[in-house]
């Protein structure tokens, strides 16, 4: 619990001061505090649209439960949507290639060295102002199905799913923001393609914890993890998996950078479309903030010596994360490096320092320091 400070100590008014009324207190960081730009709350959809995901009803699920979603999405004026659809190569939406309205699709093929062919401006989309530009992206994914597919060539053996995730990072670099990745089947072709790991001669023997780990012979999501949170870009992982997908090897692309990771074991759209609804739904409409970095402080005869969280353990003095949002924890471990003297009060501060661009009426996104203090 919180103990409060003896009135006989506080200098000045306490209610003048609300670091001594509340434990939690946030205000708005000066601007040499500032960190990376952030232009808005963009989410960049990456949707599997292979076989598997067009035959048991993913792309079908993810636009029904979207388009039900974007009217409830808070303050759709810094909002910005985008999509990316992918099999054995990388599909970028855009509505400037055409004067119909209809969605255009630019092809990305190069999926051993994969980049952004449409800048940012031209693949993600305003809420407020392109809501029907973004209804008319998720149709056109909502329509495709095998035959559709197979006429536009779009179609293929193996999915590339790791080169659109790094084509997406590529579109939010110097922008920050989150990409939602739904996958059915592994990455198995271009960057990040992975192999499996099932090896039934292991089964439940001590060998068969390598399998919980990261495959140390390739390291294309935990180097793209850096990258990413060097761009402040998130990933959160929708796994409806038909089949082996390696989840530990793809763990670092999401986990280290503040994400989060959702799995349906054997998915189809009867058994775990309304799951994914609702996933899909908090995800899109909790609060979050982008690039953070956390530090915890504590008074003499103390010292924080590492942090746990969805990004496993960091002994770093300071934890950086891309994103933060409503449903996260964080933990820090205190060690005690000298005896405290009797009789006196020992503190704790953990600071926060993020952005956000909710809640503001400003076209720039704010930065806010979140202060917690305790005491015993």
Not at 3 to 17: L, M, R, Y
Not at 36 to 57: E, Q, Y
Request: charged letters at 20%.
């Amino acid at each position: 619990g919180l103990t409060p400070i003896p009135t006989n100590i506080i200098n000045g008014s306490s209610v003048e001061k609300p670091e001594l009324q509340f434990g939690t207190c946030d205000f708005i960081a000066p601007s040499k505090l500032a960190g990376k730009k952030v232009t808005g709350n963009n989410l960049l959809l990456v949707i599997d649209c292979g076989t598997n995901a067009i035959n048991f009803g993913l792309n079908q699920q993810i636009v029904a439960s979207m388009k039900a979603i974007l009217d409830l999405i808070p303050d759709p004026e810094h909002t910005n949507i985008g999509v990316i659809t992918y099999n054995t190569s990388v599909e970028f939406y855009t509505n400037s290639l055409t004067g119909t309205g209809e969605a255009a699709i630019v092809f990305m093929s190069d999926i051993a060295a994969p980049f952004a062919p449409l800048p940012y401006n031209k693949t993600m989309f305003n809420l407020k102002q392109n809501k029907a530009q973004i209804e008319a992206i998720l149709d056109k994914v909502a329509s495709f199905d095998t035959t559709a597919k197979q006429r536009h060539h779009l179609i293929g053996n193996g999915s590339c799913g790791g080169a659109a995730i790094k084509a997406a990072a590529e579109v939010l670099k110097g922008n920050a923001g989150k990409i939602l990745w739904f996958l059915m089947d592994m990455p198995s072709v271009g960057f990040g393609s992975l192999k499996s790991r099932n090896n039934p001669t292991i089964a439940n023997s001590e060998k068969q914890k390598v399998l919980f780990n990261p495959d140390e012979t390739n390291t294309a999501y935990t180097d793209l993890s850096e990258f990413c949170l060097q761009s402040r870009v998130a990933v959160d992982i929708f796994a409806c998996a038909q089949s082996e997908i390696d989840l530990a090897t793809l763990m670092p692309i999401s986990s280290r950078l503040g994400g989060e990771i959702y799995y349906y074991p054997q998915f189809n759209s009867a058994e775990y479309g309304e799951k994914l609804h609702f996933d899909l739904f908090r995800n899109m409409t909790r609060n979050t903030v982008y690039d953070i970095s956390m530090r915890a402080r504590c008074s003499t005869g103390l010292s924080v010596s590492s942090y746990v969280g969805g990004f496993g353990e960091i002994t770093d003095p300071t934890v950086e994360v891309s994103v933060m949002d409503a449903d996260k924890t964080i933990g820090f471990l205190v060690k005690q490096d000298s005896k405290l003297k009797p009789n006196t009060q020992a503190y704790l501060q953990f600071a926060v320092l993020f952005t956000t661009c909710l809640l503001y009426t400003s076209d720039a996104a704010d930065e806010g320091l979140g202060v917690d203090l305790g005491g015993r």
